[in-house]
């Protein structure tokens, strides 16, 4: 617009016949430079709407990272890798009886698990302490258990196996469980096959973080242990 007043008045000028070297040389300032200005005023219009554009993209996404979460999908698997059941970790809670049973059932193999592979029975008695509720009467139970009868020592002579045959809800709390162990020596043989029946108090606390959710993914804690062995009648 300011461009276009200015050729007027010299175009005035110059029918009037009249030179004004302050228009002329205004003008041709102008040819020159003033589409390079105008360019530059909208490059700059351009990266201040492209700036805020940006601003509220990143200020949109720090909104949502702040806001979601990470919901764990967990799958229960029994000792031969087999799913047993599956399901949103903060939906379930381990109220479902099934998941109980199933999480029972597995403490209990790898608690009476004895066997020659150190690594697999260190991982065994890992897991079994990861089930269990921190000062707890199960955690001294479990622990002069294990100080009583070392698996360790034990494997040196002999295996043992275990098959839990039921896990029977007593309680909304408690679970009787029953199991069959089967004890071998060193070359395979079968030594004694022994029926035992366990009670175990327990309490649900899901896992809030991915490191409880590996380990103890229904978060089922056991408070209270004992078991003994069941005689059988002849």
């Known amino acids: 617009m300011i461009r276009a007043i200015r050729r007027k008045e010299s175009d005035t000028a110059a029918a009037r016949g009249e030179y004004n070297p302050y228009l002329a040389a205004r003008r041709e300032w102008d040819e020159r430079y003033g589409d390079q200005i105008t360019r530059a005023k909208n490059w700059r219009a351009f990266a201040a709407l492209s700036g805020m554009i940006a601003l509220i993209a990143t200020s949109g996404l720090i909104w949502m990272s702040v806001r979601s979460r990470v ?18 970790a903060e939906q379930s809670s381990g109220s479902d009886d099934r998941l109980r049973r199933a999480s029972i059932f597995t403490w209990v193999e790898n608690l009476r698990l004895v066997t020659t592979d150190g690594v697999a029975q260190r991982k065994a008695i890992d897991r079994v302490y990861a089930q269990i509720a921190s000062g707890s009467a199960a955690q001294t139970f479990i622990s002069d258990f294990y100080r009583s009868a070392p698996p360790a020592s034990r494997a040196q002579t002999e295996t043992v196996s275990v098959d839990v045959t039921s896990v029977l809800p007593t309680s909304d709390r408690t679970l009787e469980v029953e199991w069959i162990e089967t004890t071998r020596d060193l070359y395979g043989t079968v030594k004694a096959t022994d029926h035992w ?12 973080d991915e490191r409880l959710a590996r380990v103890n993914p229904v ?10 062995k069941v005689i059988e009648e002849k």
Request: glycine letters at 10%; aromatic letters at 10%; a neutral charge.
């Open 71 to 88: 919901v764990p999908f967990v799958v229960l698997i029994d000792s031969l890798g087999r799913p047993v059941a599956s399901g949103i």
């Open 197 to 208: 029946k366990g009670s175990f108090s327990i309490v649900i606390n899901p896992p809030t």
């Open 219 to 228: 978060g089922l804690y056991v408070t209270d242990a004992s078991w003994s």
